[in-house]
């Protein structure tokens, strides 16, 4: 089976994870999970496992990270070493391409900017939660 035929449709409905990537665990592109991915005008293909074909979908409405990927993948039970086989797959086929990826975090340096906007983000979410642990007294 080459890679690519890993994308053809299966004859059950539910397949194991290692079927999904015919075995493989490493992705063949670095996916970290902020990489942006955009479909590219190949992607019709109706031959696409749905996890495939969804992801394509998605991309295909606007440039999507690999971390919403695994996000909505998850809801289907396909772990996220799992989605970052198939999405490398389907750059390798030439149905998505890698649009941006950030160095990783021991090449760039801290961005400070980001970690800020996280920490404001989830002071906002849980605002009785102490920075120390535990929720403040009510």
């Known amino acids: 089976m080459g890679r690519g035929d890993v994308w053809l449709r299966p004859a059950v ?6 079927g999904l ?3 493989r665990t490493e992705p063949t592109h670095p996916l970290p999970l902020e990489s942006v991915l955009t479909a590219t ?4 293909r ?16 606007e ?3 690999v971390a919403e990927l695994v996000g909505v993948l998850r809801t289907w039970d396909v772990p996220v ?7 490398s797959d389907l750059i390798d086929v030439g149905g998505l391409e890698l ?3 950030r160095e990783s975090a021991a090449g760039a340096g801290t961005d400070t900017d980001l ?5 404001s983000g989830m002071r906002k979410k849980w605002p009785d939660v102490r920075p120390g642990g535990g929720y403040a007294a009510a």
Do not use: F, H, I, N
């Open 63 to 65: 440039p999507r990270t």
């Open 13 to 18: 409905s539910e397949v194991r994870p290692y």
């Open 115 to 119: 970690l800020m906007r996280v920490l």
């Open 41 to 44: 005008a190949a992607t019709a």
């Open 81 to 87: 070493q799992v989605v970052k086989v198939l999405l």
């Open 46 to 61: 109706p031959d696409l496992v749905p996890a495939a074909a969804l992801a394509v979908d998605l991309c295909a409405q």
């Open 21 to 23: 990537t015919g075995g």
């Open 99 to 101: 649009v941006a990826a």
